[in-house]
């Protein structure tokens, strides 16, 4: 990269990241990002050396692009954006984030993807790592981004990636160890248009992997298994709560065990896991699965499987009052996520949903509530559309709350002794946060006010 004319697209913290790695390894660097409003100081202020970098706001010109050998576009631009196109039609070569810094890595990777349960499947990935090894880096989706410390990497370092569907769009020549591909449910379709466009953005995760790697896959998820096939090279090995596979990570008598050669080797029992949910077993075995294969002993596996407690924002237990017990799953950003999340409540549930419009739908949500949800309190810019579909499916028991601090309000008002308060939105966060994040800290924050 050295002496390379690089534009980076996206002034946000994936953007800051990959122009510091780039001006730490001598390439020459314009920081752009269409939001003409932005303080070209204030950016340069994230630079130690901001005296190598040039910033350009609101319009990218002609004569930009013609300067440029490389462009590197963050995960929130959409890669059919006009600018973009402009770019391409110029011939100019379009990385991601996550592309610029495998360039840089020297470590050995595993990437996992899906629609639900990253995070929490990562998290925990990165800890195993860390009882193994105190040379590992968590990044990707999970908030760290990866250009942050590729060129810190070595050999020995093992890197733990989550990686979304936007990210994986950009790849070239992304090549993990070990890919995982969790469960496909319909997600991000104002960005992708259809759920084959965004599965096949999935997919991608292996798509350079060799005979050598291992790709791991949801052999109970329908949509994941019917692709399975577009696994050409890597070896694949699967994880089912239900079925017992040779040369995969299941379930055997209450017990995790891995197949291995035809082998049966018991990793844990499932009643040392700590984390609520059906669906959280399926994310210990894909996280038993990608470290197997990346080579950590099985004790380790199991050690660090006892300890963990879980993720902040999914299914977080905030407290109890008046016996009612609140949860926090903001990062329940999609209808699925929300499903397996009103799954895991022991009791009777006052709901908190809606957000931003990603375009999806919500019947298999609302179906879910009979018997369980007593009320749901309703915020942001689906409020109508989920109130409309819930009443097409005879649910009628529904507040409207002008801000989240309104709907914490009225669920300790009206829910009754031995009933859960769970933030569970189904929708992403961006119509009146700035993060799921956010969303999340806020409701702790009005949770923990009540008295």
């Given at each position: ?10 002034a ?21 990002d269409?939001?003409k ?56 070569p ?217 993720v ?19 990062k ?59 009443k ?7 507040v ?13 008002q ?38």
């Amino acid at each position: 990269m050295k002496g390379k004319n690089v534009i980076v697209a996206g002034a946000g913290k994936s953007g800051v990241a990959s122009v510091g790695l780039l001006i730490r390894n001598g390439a020459n660097v314009t920081l752009f990002d269409g939001n003409k409003n932005l303080k070209a100081e204030e950016l340069l202020k994230n630079f130690s050396a901001n005296n190598k970098v040039n910033v350009a706001l609101g319009e990218l010109t002609d004569e930009l692009i013609r300067w440029a050998d490389l462009f590197v576009i963050s995960p929130g631009i959409p890669v059919d954006a006009d600018f973009v196109n402009r770019v391409r039609e110029a011939g100019v070569p379009i990385w991601g984030e996550i592309e610029l810094a495998y360039y840089f890595n020297k470590g050995k990777i595993a990437a996992i993807t899906g629609t639900n349960g990253k995070t929490t499947t990562t998290t925990l990935v990165g800890e195993i790592f860390k009882k193994y090894t105190e040379n590992t880096i968590v990044v990707g989706n999970i908030g760290l981004p990866f250009t942050q410390f590729a060129d810190a990497t070595n050999a020995d370092t093992m890197i733990a990636a989550e990686i979304s569907s936007f990210q994986l769009e950009t790849v070239v020549d992304f090549h993990p160890h070990v890919s995982a591909i969790l469960n496909l449910t319909p997600d991000h379709l104002n960005r992708h248009y259809t759920f084959d466009n965004y599965a096949n953005a999935k997919f991608r995760i292996q798509e350079n992997q060799t005979a050598d790697d291992f790709c791991i896959l949801n052999y109970d998820d329908p949509e994941t298994l019917k692709r399975a096939d577009k696994v050409k090279k890597a070896k694949k090995i699967f994880f089912s709560k239900t079925e017992e596979i040779e040369d995969g990570v299941y379930m055997k008598d209450g017990v995790m065990v891995v197949n291995h050669a035809g082998e049966e080797i018991p990793v844990i029992d499932a009643s040392e896991i700590k984390i609520l949910g059906d669906h959280n077993k399926e994310n210990v075995l894909a996280a038993i699965a990608v470290t197997y294969y990346m080579g950590v002993p099985k004790e380790i596996i199991a050690d660090a499987i006892r300890s963990f407690q879980g993720v902040e924002h999914r299914i977080e237990f905030v407290r109890e009052l008046n016996d009612v017990k609140y949860y926090n799953d903001s990062k329940g950003t999609n209808p699925d996520a929300a499903i397996k999340a009103l799954r895991s409540m022991p009791s009777t549930t006052c709901l908190i949903g809606g957000g931003y419009d990603k375009k999806n739908t919500y019947d298999e949500w609302v179906d879910e509530f009979a018997g369980k949800v007593r009320f749901l309190v309703l915020i942001g810019e689906t409020a109508d559309d989920i109130e409309k579909c819930c009443k097409n499916h005879g649910f009628n028991e529904i507040v409207h709350a002008d801000t989240l601090e309104d709907a914490v309000e009225i669920c300790s008002q009206h829910a009754k002794p031995g009933d859960n308060v769970l933030l569970s939105p189904a929708c992403a966060s961006w119509d009146m946060f700035k993060s799921y994040e956010q969303r999340g800290e806020l409701f702790k924050e009005y949770v923990n006010r009540l008295g």
